[in-house]
């Protein structure tokens, strides 16, 4: 089932739970596409914000901190240093393979944890993190490798919903919006330290790899 094709929630839950092993403080290597660079997803983020910031029931994800999250690695105090930078080099390897290629963003939609622009079309983003995947097999073996590889949905979150409550007056706010979309080129994924302290995702910048080593 595609995510346009999902029945929208009718209830809203918190997304700011701590899931297990997070904690204050604790930070999270994950690989993930960032738009620094990206002009028309900052505008399209900056179009909803006025509505998002009139419903409490929301935090919306600051310009800086958009993101398409790829495939995470493992809590920053769990791992060690020499394989992570041995997996950054055998993804140096494996992305150089690929090509760079544009992607659509949006409309957004409500789901029970956030506001979420699908992005489309999945088939290049999905070749991208099979070459991560790949890589952290690559030094850990295949066993090893974090996460599932069945079930992810690639999309860009406008907001977080920070309580519990009914989805209805989100819904009705968001279809009271024109839809909007806008394209990304993708040319790269970094690798990044991440933290939820703020009830944000922010993080540092580890290493950016290039998508076919350009």
Known sequence: MSPEE?????????????????SLGRSFYTWHVTF???PGIHQ???SYAPMLTGLPMLDPVPVRWLHL???????TDELDRDDVEAIVQAAEQRLIELEPFTVTVGPPRVDPETIHMPVQPVEPLHRLRAGIRQA?????????????A????????????????PAEPIAEALAAQPAQTTTVEVT??????????NKAYE?????AVAVGGR
């Open 6 to 22: 999902r029945p929208a929630p009718t209830a809203m839950r918190d997304h700011w739970w701590w899931r297990p092993g997070w």
């Open 44 to 46: 399209l983020a900056d």
């Open 69 to 75: 999250t790829m495939q995470g690695l493992g809590f």
């Open 150 to 165: 069945q079930g992810w949905r690639p999309h860009v979150s406008l907001a977080y919903c920070n309580a519990t409550g």
């Open 188 to 197: 790269a994924v970094s690798l990044i330290e991440l933290n939820r302290d």
């Open 136 to 148: 952290i097999g690559d030094i850990w073996g295949t066993d090893r490798v974090p996460e599932v």
């Open 36 to 38: 620094p660079d990206q």
């Open 203 to 207: 993080w540092r910048d580890v290493v």
